[in-house]
């Protein structure tokens, strides 16, 4: 079945085996739908179907298991609920660094829904054009200081590495971050653990589809790290996010975002190859 260091056998017999399954045992996620008067049992998304491919992949590559063995082994909490980001009728602050497309979409979208926003970005433009609906920050540590929760919208590993490694200690104390790039999961670990040392968290909450997404509200998150503080995040998450799951401990969810890449690619490859015969 192959292993972490030699993955393909593995790759191809397990994307082979979910192109295959039958419709009768595709599973079905139970969660509640206040919009539809709460337990309706949807067909699985291809968003949530894909959790599950990465999860059982991810371990089936660490212990050796056949992959439909995890199916019923995996910690996979998928939710979906009413945005209620509020204590006692107030927004808590958020923070958000980098306002790229997916970044400055989710910013747009909380700021649409009251939150008090703080946003940095190293682009002054990008900056200023959120001057109507959030503040502006000159700097990662002036926005890390005044958000309560801190979101993390970065192109990858290095710069998230370097945007935390020049914020001073007491900034990050009694902070929870969220990076919802797609990030090195042992990267992940290492912050995770750095950030845990100075009294702050780490989640690794990687984010599926795309800027319209983002905008409307709507996209799919992984998390991973700290269970308590993804209860605290939830109400966040869920006013920017269609569905959201918790998926292990940190580096967990980063790890099956490069999975589900992984998987979208060698559908790629397969169908490469397939096209020359038709």
Same mark, same amino acid.
């Given at each position: 079945? =192959?292993?972490?260091?030699?993955? %393909?056998? &593995?790759?191809?017999? +397990?994307? +082979?085996?979910?192109?295959?399954?039958?419709?009768?045992?595709?599973?079905?996620?139970?969660?509640?739908?206040?919009?539809?008067?709460?337990?309706?049992?949807?067909?699985?998304?291809?968003?949530?179907?894909?959790?599950?491919?990465?999860?059982?992949?991810?371990?089936?590559?660490?212990?050796?298991?056949?992959?439909?063995?995890?199916?019923?082994?995996?910690?996979?909490?998928?939710?979906?609920?009413?945005?209620? *980001?509020?204590?006692?009728?107030?927004?808590?602050?958020?923070?958000?660094?980098? &306002?790229?497309?997916? *970044?400055?979409?989710?910013?747009?979208?909380?700021?649409?829904?009251?939150?008090?926003? +703080?946003?940095?970005?190293?682009? =002054?433009?990008?900056?200023?054009?959120?001057?109507?609906?959030?503040?502006?920050?000159?700097?990662?540590?002036?926005?890390?200081?005044?958000?309560?929760?801190?979101?993390?919208?970065?192109?990858?590993?290095?710069?998230?590495?370097?945007?935390?490694?020049?914020?001073?200690?007491?900034?990050?104390?009694?902070?929870?971050?969220?990076?919802?790039?797609?990030?090195?999961?042992?990267?992940?670990?290492?912050?995770?653990?750095?950030? %845990?040392?100075?009294?702050?968290?780490?989640?690794?909450?990687?984010?599926?589809?795309?800027?319209?997404?983002?905008?409307? $509200?709507?996209?799919?998150?992984?998390? $991973? =790290?700290?269970?308590? %503080?993804?209860?605290?995040?939830?109400?966040?998450? %869920?006013?920017?996010?269609?569905?959201?799951?918790?998926?292990?401990?940190? =580096?967990?969810?980063?790890?099956?975002?490069?999975?589900?890449?992984?998987? $979208?690619?060698?559908?790629?490859?397969?169908?490469?190859?397939?096209?020359? &015969?038709?």
């Amino acid at each position: 079945w =192959g292993s972490v260091s030699n993955p %393909a056998p &593995l790759l191809f017999r +397990f994307t +082979f085996m979910v192109s295959c399954r039958p419709r009768s045992v595709k599973r079905k996620i139970s969660f509640p739908h206040p919009k539809k008067g709460g337990g309706k049992q949807p067909s699985i998304d291809q968003n949530a179907r894909f959790i599950d491919i990465s999860y059982c992949l991810y371990n089936a590559l660490l212990t050796g298991e056949r992959p439909g063995s995890m199916m019923e082994k995996r910690p996979c909490r998928l939710v979906r609920r009413e945005g209620s *980001g509020d204590i006692m009728g107030q927004k808590k602050s958020v923070a958000v660094i980098g &306002l790229g497309n997916m *970044g400055g979409g989710i910013a747009s979208c909380l700021a649409k829904k009251g939150y008090p926003l +703080f946003v940095y970005d190293k682009s =002054g433009e990008k900056r200023e054009a959120f001057r109507d609906c959030a503040q502006p920050c000159a700097s990662a540590e002036e926005a890390v200081r005044a958000g309560g929760t801190v979101l993390l919208s970065l192109p990858n590993s290095k710069v998230v590495e370097e945007t935390i490694a020049a914020l001073p200690d007491d900034a990050v104390e009694g902070k929870i971050f969220m990076d919802l790039s797609t990030s090195f999961p042992l990267s992940t670990k290492e912050l995770a653990g750095s950030l %845990a040392k100075k009294g702050a968290v780490l989640l690794d909450a990687p984010l599926l589809a795309g800027p319209d997404e983002a905008k409307a $509200g709507t996209l799919t998150a992984m998390v $991973g =790290g700290d269970e308590a %503080a993804f209860t605290r995040v939830s109400p966040l998450l %869920a006013d920017f996010c269609e569905t959201f799951s918790y998926v292990g401990a940190s =580096g967990s969810a980063h790890t099956m975002k490069i999975m589900m890449n992984f998987t $979208g690619l060698m559908y790629a490859v397969l169908l490469g190859q397939m096209f020359p &015969l038709a």
